[in-house]
């Protein structure tokens, strides 16, 4: 039960603190496509491509790499698979958020919304602190104590059912294969999404200053009412040695592998690279990188 009486897991949702489980009967299909890179109105967006890639070396199960002002794909693998997404679910719950709650508000912690498993911010019970701060440490250090405690929030300012929130604004977003049991990615088969509907959360995403600001944190740090400091480090270790590159999600479960969302510079485009599934996700990414840049003319 969330504050104020409202739930942030609509039945028929079972929740523990280790994860958050969907009883419904239907698994997921996941799709098995090859991989090819996808040529789109060349002349429109100048992002031509003038040699074949060599994406052999990549481990994830899916990826998409596109350009974000025209939203343009580049190179792509298995992009409306349905995979576990781990901790890019955040993004959605930030973004829900930013949607629907006023950042700007403190508002105290409640005890019921306290989860202790990493990365944590080891919240206060009963500690105020600013909505805002809340929602930087979500999408900078991916602590899962914040999200709950967003979520919670958002929750209670609203009335309205945190989850039922989250698959109202993909729906919105026209993100047709994608669904959400939980607030943080626990592992679920009913927490799930692909590469091009992720496309589609990230591009609304990366219009707002709130998300854009926060690309090259490589830190965050904030006191509650009580005095007690709060710090988590970014998440996403590529921005601390790679300056044309901008975080936006991390995430990582045992069942889910590495998922992670980078935006890059290069030239006067910004690109997106989002893997699911790694087994290397940094190792990816800049693979991707590195044939983006090779692989097109900017």
Not at 185 to 202: C, E, M, P, R, W
Not at 227 to 256: C, F, M, R, V, W
Not at 270 to 285: A, C, F, P, W, Y
Request: with cysteine; charged share 20%; proline share 2%.
């Amino acid at each position: 039960m969330g504050v104020g009486g409202t739930m942030l897991f609509s039945k028929p949702y079972k929740v523990q603190v280790s994860s958050f489980v969907q009883t419904a009967s239907a698994k997921p299909e996941v799709l098995d496509a090859s991989i090819f890179t996808r040529q789109e109105s060349l002349a429109e967006t100048q992002i031509v491509q003038i040699k074949a890639p060599d994406l052999s070396a990549i481990s994830a199960k899916s990826f998409l790499v596109f350009e974000l002002a025209s939203g343009q794909t580049l190179l792509e693998k298995n992009p409306q698979s349905k995979l576990g997404i781990a901790s890019l679910t955040k993004l959605m719950t930030a973004f829900v958020a930013y949607q629907n709650a006023d950042l700007n508000k403190t508002f105290i912690i409640d005890e019921k919304a306290i989860i202790n498993t990493n990365p944590s911010l080891d919240l206060l019970a009963g500690d105020e602190v600013k909505a805002l701060d809340i929602f930087n440490a979500v999408l900078v250090g991916s602590c899962n104590d914040a999200g709950l405690v967003l979520a919670e929030y958002t929750a209670s300012s609203t009335g309205q059912n945190f989850i039922s929130l989250m698959n109202q604004q993909a729906n919105n977003l026209g993100m047709a294969n994608t669904h959400f049991s939980n607030v943080l990615g626990f592992d679920s088969q009913y927490n799930y999404s692909t590469a091009d509907d992720l496309k589609k959360l990230i591009s609304s995403a990366e219009k707002l200053s709130a998300f854009t600001d926060l690309g090259r944190r490589t830190s965050y740090e904030f006191s509650g009412s009580s005095g007690k400091s709060y710090y988590t480090e970014a998440s996403n270790k590529l921005i601390k040695t790679h300056p044309d590159i901008s975080a936006i999600k991390t995430g990582y479960t045992q069942t889910s592998g590495g998922s992670m969302a980078t935006k890059v510079k290069i030239g006067s485009h910004n690109i997106v690279i989002v893997v699911l599934r790694s087994q290397d996700r940094e190792g990816d990414t800049l693979k991707l990188k590195d044939e983006a840049e090779d692989d097109f003319s900017w």
